[in-house]
């Protein structure tokens, strides 16, 4: 089945680590993105990429990076400049174009101990 | 730059009535398309519908329709006939096709109850 996947669904970290999350689609989608939700608020675009080696800052890029090397994957590594990185991650992909929904993976709960 | 409001943090409904959630954008995209997806509490984003800004009717989707008003740039979701299984968290959300290009932008979302 075609889907996105992202892991590991949780994920505990020491302050001061640097820790990358995968995220993984076989959708054949040139678009991909990574948001951030805190509790009971809304989805913030951390950055998105619509071709591979190639990416874009979103609305919240400090302290996150990512790469691009294959159209399939787009990896957040969330870094210990991100000072308050306790928050729920979703990656999603898209074909290219306005029209067309973005498809999610399940998440990744990422909580700093 | 583009962005999206949701001014309800939290609606009622009662089963088996329709209820209306709020969203209104600002873009300086002249074309661009708007989409509703719902967030059950298991976390996953499921997408609803779509309108694109160049629509002319007004998007269906079963028990869904979005109100496109563009020149007072709201894109409100209508959802019919409640059912308790639509109690969630429902984002509005935008992507531009000129400036913003690849962009998509969410609003702060809205609890919708569903009551028995």
């Known amino acids: 089945d075609g889907g996105i996947t992202q892991s590991p669904k949780y994920l505990f970290r020491k302050e001061g680590q640097n820790v990358t999350l995968s995220c993984e689609q076989n959708?054949?989608?040139?678009?991909m993105y990574w948001y951030r939700q805190d509790p009971g608020q809304g989805l913030r675009l951390i950055y998105y990429?619509?071709?591979?080696?190639?990416?874009q800052k979103g609305d919240i890029a400090e302290g996150y990076s990512v790469s691009r090397e294959k159209k399939e994957s787009f990896p957040l590594t969330v870094t210990s400049a991100q000072k308050n990185p306790t928050a729920f991650y979703l990656c999603?992909?898209?074909?290219?174009?306005?029209?067309?929904?973005?498809?999610f993976g399940q998440g990744t709960r990422l909580t700093v101990v | 730059a583009q962005k999206i409001t949701q001014t309800q943090p939290g609606m009622f409904v009662q089963e088996k009535e329709a209820v209306t959630l709020d969203c209104t954008y600002d873009?300086?995209?002249?074309?661009?398309?708007l989409f509703w997806y719902k967030q059950p509490s298991s976390g996953e984003m499921i997408f609803l519908i779509y309108?694109?800004?160049?629509?002319?009717q007004n998007a269906t989707e079963g028990r869904y329709s979005l109100n496109f008003q563009k020149a007072r740039k709201s894109a409100n979701l209508v959802i019919s006939a409640s059912q308790l299984g639509d109690s969630a968290m429902y984002f509005c959300?935008?992507?531009?096709?000129?400036?913003?290009?690849?962009?998509?932008?969410f609003g702060d979302g809205t609890t919708l109850t569903v009551k028995p």
């Open positions: 990429s619509q071709i591979v080696n190639d990416f």
């Open positions: 309108q694109g800004s160049y629509d002319q």
């Open positions: 873009t300086s995209d002249p074309s661009y398309g």
């Open positions: 959708l054949n989608h040139d678009a």
């Open positions: 959300a935008m992507r531009g096709y000129n400036t913003n290009a690849g962009k998509s932008t």
């Open positions: 999603a992909s898209s074909h290219e174009g306005t029209e067309v929904e973005a498809f």
